[in-house]
């Protein structure tokens, strides 16, 4: 025998769009001699390269011993070959409201213009500003730090994991609450930095921005970007765990990737102006001991 395994399946799948694609007989290359319907399904989005999965139904899956057949990449690749950046923070200015209930930042001057020429030559002045804020303030990054006593803080956390690394849009249907593996399943998402799309940056600044209704990343979602190995999640939301009254306050989507050393950056903005794929991604917050997040100046590289 071939030592290699395929399995044979029916499945029906829901879009969040609308339609639905069934299939007969279907057959995909795996690891062993046996998966579980829920792998399998996210492996079988990704071998289509399917979009805006909402659900995926197996049904008369039989595993057979026979040699693989090689599946198909799923990738993308930017517009262009003008090199850009694009910015994909929030401004922070003095009184902002980035959580509703939380401090707003306090922008004064510590020496002023006016102050400083009694200090210089003629004709010579400086400007020094002060700000006083909490770390949450605008597009900010979580570190291990933010969620576990023992984690890596912004000191400790390695620039390599923040910086100029890989990019990859997970572009999502307009009214998606939920993003869950399977909506994730069609991606290669190793050693990339994964932004979510939800467009819910353009209520930043609304009450409607910290209702309810804001999208988030589920805990099977969060868990599969930990198995792919993603090294960084990013999304535009006001949070990337669901602050809806059922959760009761829970974090699934901080606890699992803070635990496997992927950072989070949450109140991102801009990500329509990103290709899906083929771009740098940076995130990267001052060097301070003994905390968890911090305020980030985020942006893309498109080439």
């Known amino acids: 025998m071939s030592g290699e395994y395929r399995v044979r399946f029916d499945a029906e799948v829901a879009f969040a769009n609308g339609g639905g694609l069934s299939t007969q007989g279907f057959r995909l290359d795996i690891a062993g001699d046996r998966i579980d319907d829920a792998d399998l399904a996210a492996l079988f989005v990704r071998h289509l ?67 400083s020429r009694k200090h210089y030559a003629a004709g010579t002045e400086f400007h020094v500003a002060r700000i006083d804020m909490i770390a949450n303030t605008g597009t900010y990054l979580d570190t291990p730090a933010h969620r576990y ?7 400790a956390f390695p620039l390599d994991r923040l910086a100029d690394l890989p990019g990859l849009v997970v572009r999502l249907p307009a009214g998606t609450r939920a993003v869950d593996r399977l909506l994730l399943a069609p991606y290669d998402v190793a050693g990339k930095a994964v932004l979510l799309h939800t467009g819910w940056d353009t209520h930043f600044g609304t009450p409607g921005y910290g209702t309810p209704e804001a999208p ?13 190995k993603a090294t960084l999640v990013g999304i535009d939301s006001i949070n990337i765990d669901d602050m809806g009254p059922a959760a009761r306050g ?17 109140h991102l903005t801009g990500l329509d102006a990103l290709p899906p794929a083929g771009f740098r991604f940076t995130a990267t917050p001052p060097r301070v001991a003994g905390m968890g997040t911090f305020t980030v100046r985020a942006f893309g590289v498109v080439d």
Do not use: C, F
């Not at 990449?73 to 959580?99: F, N």
């Not at 006593?149 to 000191?155: E, K, Q, T």
């Not at 988030?216 to 792919?228: E, H, I, N, R």
């Open 49 to 115: 390269g399917l979009l805006m999965v909402s659900d995926v139904r197996i049904t008369n899956k039989t595993v057979i011993e026979e040699p693989h057949k090689g599946g198909r990449a799923v990738g993308g690749s930017p517009d262009g070959a003008t090199r850009r950046l694009i910015e994909l923070s929030h401004l922070v200015t003095d009184g902002m409201i980035t959580l509703p209930g939380w401090p707003a930042p306090k922008i004064t001057e510590w020496l002023t213009r006016e102050a």
């Open 216 to 228: 988030y990343l589920t805990a099977d979602g969060a868990q599969a970007l930990v198995d792919a």
């Open 149 to 155: 006593a023992d984690g890596a803080d912004l000191s």
């Open 250 to 266: 829970e974090r699934p989507a901080h606890s699992l990737l803070l635990a496997a050393g992927i950072p989070i950056v949450e």
